[in-house]
């Protein structure tokens, strides 16, 4: 393995670098392809819906009815004020951002880290995101490159405690939060850690704090309407159970493929089984204590995490994303325990590249059609049959907390974008009542149609009965997107 990525160094040669850009060439032109091709989901139309507004008072009024910070939609309209509303445009940052995160530890390169471990880190942050959704236009993606930018001033703050360190890992926190308020535990992980390693010098650089104010701010601000989202949590949010639990730590691993969890722990298992002592300690041995500290501060931050969901917060698996950076870390630091840690970096690296190689030539191959969860083909449906009036059911448990104003945007949206002036309905359903026959009373005006956005696993008027416009009243002719479970229904009457 000397040729590649030597045992005792973590020198990566050229012919691996060059393989491993290629592979991530192969990944970018499976993500950019993705990324052009596939209508938006539900919620990237939320957030076309939340940037569109034409006057900055209407677009804050839209950012405060939302459940997350500002952070990503102010980034978002900037961007979309010269780049326009086409899909790939408003997926653009997202996909720039895990190059970005990917790049980070290579450029600014942590003190005490082997070559081939930041090689490694990097692979596995570009790898994390898989190919599929993920990659959209919501704020995760950019969240990732700021938390890996957050873990790399961490670790050097970690090892000389300063004002001018502290200002930059406490500025990259509060933007980190402001992109997602669960983004608070690492920082606070973080900080517990900080104080706890350097007291009184840490105490000293209390300065720093003083940039957390906007996000305090905002928050402050936005709590009554965080609260509304909160009291829905239990109905809103999958209960943590023991299944649940695990597909959160699987998601840690890999936001796209569940199996990575196995497979990481088997390759770490064999590398320290096989460790041997010897004269040279492995690179890993080597590697500074604030890198470790680093990635506990990822284990800290996600039992946290599940603490506070414990309470009835609730969680969904991204909002993870930002445990991923130290979590990763952690990998790449264990791998570097074993007696050959550049034979166990490499696997893991081409592990993750691996697992991507089959969903990046499904998404090269032909177009073809998949159960989304998005209304966009459904829009371009009812305007191919020029309807003028649309009903509008966002079937969810969060629909009854929605303004009206909202809901219109929403469902609006991508017949705004067309420049088609169609005229919204919203509607919230009943529970207890049957669904088709509401909508169909509800629709109005010279060519109806309706847009029923469902869930049937959720508690939803859809779980009670089952989504047949067309069977209930014949003169409806639909078009059905999703899996049966999760879907889209959009129907004009003949």
């Avoid at 049959?385 to 448990?397: A, L, N, P, S, Y």
């Avoid at 067309?470 to 479970?485: A, K, L, M, N, V």
């Amino acid at each position: 393995m000397t040729d590649r990525m030597d045992d005792t160094s973590g020198r990566i040669s050229r012919p691996l670098h060059v393989a491993m850009g290629l592979a991530a060439t192969l990944v970018g032109i499976a993500r950019l392809r993705f990324a052009a091709t596939e209508p938006l989901w539900f919620d990237e139309a939320f957030t076309l819906a939340i940037i569109a507004p034409p006057d900055w008072a209407s677009f804050w009024r839209e950012v405060y009815q939302d459940s997350n910070g500002p952070g990503y939609y102010l980034l978002a309209r900037l961007w979309a004020g010269f780049s326009g509303h086409a899909d790939l445009w408003l997926r653009m940052p997202s996909l720039l951002a895990v190059w970005i995160a990917a790049l980070l530890p290579l450029v600014l390169p942590p003190k005490g880290m082997a070559p081939g471990a930041r090689f490694t880190w990097a692979a596995l942050i570009f790898c994390w995101w898989g190919i599929g959704f993920m990659l959209d236009a919501r704020c995760y993606a950019v969240l990732l490159a700021i938390s890996t930018g957050q873990c790399l001033a961490f670790a050097r703050l970690m090892e000389r405690p300063g004002l001018r360190r502290a200002l930059v890992w406490a500025t990259l926190g509060a933007a980190a939060i402001l992109f997602h308020y669960y983004a608070v535990f690492l920082g606070l992980a973080q900080g517990l850690i900080y104080l706890a390693r350097h007291r009184m010098a840490a105490l000293r650089t209390w300065p720093a704090g003083l940039v957390l104010v906007p996000a305090v701010m905002w928050i402050a601000h936005h709590a009554p309407r965080l609260a509304e989202y909160s009291r829905l949590a239990a109905v809103w949010h999958r209960p943590i159970d023991p299944a649940h639990a695990l597909g959160l730590v699987q998601f840690l691993f890999s936001a796209s493929t569940p199996e990575t969890l196995t497979a990481v722990v088997a390759i770490l298992a064999i590398s320290l089984l096989v460790a041997r002592m010897g004269s040279t300690r492995p690179v890993g041995s080597q590697m500074a204590g604030p890198l470790v500290m680093t990635a506990g501060s990822g284990l800290l931050a996600f039992v946290l995490m599940m603490v506070f969901a414990l309470t009835g917060a609730g969680i969904t698996a991204r909002y993870l994303a930002p445990l991923a950076p130290p979590i990763l870390l952690g990998v790449v630091l264990v791998a570097g325990l074993g007696s050959r840690p550049g034979l166990t970096w490499l696997s893991l690296a081409g592990l993750y590249f691996g697992l991507l190689v089959g969903p990046g030539l499904n998404v090269l191959s032909p177009p073809r059609s998949l159960p989304r969860y998005e209304f966009e083909t459904g829009a371009k449906f009812l305007m191919a049959h020029k309807v003028t009036d649309v009903v509008f059911v966002w079937d969810h448990e969060l629909a009854p907390i929605m303004t009206s104003g909202t809901l219109k945007a929403v469902g609006g949206v991508f017949f705004a974008r067309a420049h088609d002036p169609v005229r919204i309905i919203p509607l919230v359903l009943p529970r207890g009542q049957d669904p088709n026959r509401e909508i169909i009373a509800a629709a109005d005006g010279r060519h109806p149609g309706l847009i029923w956005v469902f869930n049937r696993a959720g508690h939803t008027a859809a779980r009670d009965f089952a989504p047949a416009i067309s069977r209930t009243s014949p003169d409806w002719t639909c078009d059905e997107q999703g899996d049966g479970t999760a879907g889209v229904l959009s129907c004009y009457r003949r």
